[in-house]
Structure formats: C-alpha cells, structure tokens
C-alpha cells in the first residue's frame, strides 16, 4: 500500500516546491499553452439555451478608474472573460482572445476583459497588457459582482446574447483564436 502513497507524496512536495517559489503559476502558463497548440482545448458552443438571463447590475471601471454601468452593453453581443495577472491559465488562453479580437469587425460585438487582481493593481495589470501588446478592453470590478460572476476559478468566460441572455460559459484555458468561434460570435450578432 505505502507504494501507492509515494508518488503522491512526491507530486505534494514539487507543487508545494514551486508554489513556495512563485513558479507554479509559469509552469501552468507553459503546459496550458502547449494544450492550446493541439486543437484540445478549441472553444465549443453548446446548444443556446435562453433560461439564464444575465444580470446587468453592476459596474465595472476601466484603467483609468472610470466607471461605466454594465447596462451601457445591452443590445450586443458580450465576450466577457474573467482573468487575473497571476494566474498561468487565463494568461495562456490570452493571445487566442487577442487574435479574435484583432478579427472581429461588429460593431455589435464587446470584449470586456475582466480582471479579478486585487483593488489598487491597475499599475500591475497596465504594466502586463502593455508588455504584451493587448489591445483587448481590460476592466476592473467597480464594486460587488452579481451571484452569476462569482466563479469558483477562472478563467472563467461568458457568451451573452444581444437579448441578455447567456449563451455559453467556459470555465478553464479555451482557444477562442478559431473561424468556428468566430462565426459563432457573428451569427449571434446578427441574430
């Protein structure tokens, strides 16, 4: 029996390693990215379903501390992804987001790129999006968030329709960088 617990005690001691060394989180970002590369982790649109209205009740401020109502995006298309700047998955997944955004001509179509980074980190997460040449809309939590955007891990994406409803939810590192992906995104803006 005690050959069964060895190499889970071994697997403890390296994340334990690397997290006491800050390197858990690149170890993540390079394997996640790797994923990426196969095709594995391409984004798949399930069914719509319309039984999950979104809530609209809360604000956001952008880098510069300027707050805007989530209302102000009703009538389009939302790409709304929740990150944070020490977390390997959701910087893994953000070149794919880059690449789509960089595609995708509707003016019915937001990309809200949500960062759950501590209040007061605007300077750190500036710093990352400039370092990597994003040019994604990048936001903060004005305040709470509804019930729906308490995710349990991120990244966390949501899909939500012009009609204010939502379309799909992708917990986990996704490639949204597809056609598939996004001609999804316009057939439901032009729906």
Known sequence: ??????????????????????LLSSVTYVAQSALLKTGVMNFRAEPLKKDKPFDYNFTIKDMNGNKISFHEYRGKVIFLNIWATWCGPCRAEMPTIQNTFDKIESSDI??????????????????????????????????????????????????????????????????????????????????
């Open 110 to 191: 937001v990309f809200i790129m949500l960062s759950i980074d501590k209040e007061g980190s605007q300077a750190k997460i500036e710093k990352y999006i400039q370092d990597k040449q994003y040019s994604f809309p990048v936001y903060m939590p004005s305040g709470y968030l509804p019930e729906q955007l308490q995710v349990p891990s991120i990244p966390t994406t949501y899909i939500i329709t012009k009609d204010g409803f939502i379309a799909s939810k992708k917990t986990g590192t996704t490639n949204f960088d597809t056609n598939k992906f996004r001609n999804y995104l316009l057939e439901l803006a032009n729906n």
């Open 1 to 22: 029996m005690f050959e069964f617990i060895k190499p889970a005690l071994w697997a403890i001691a390296v994340i334990t390693t690397l997290q006491f060394f800050g």
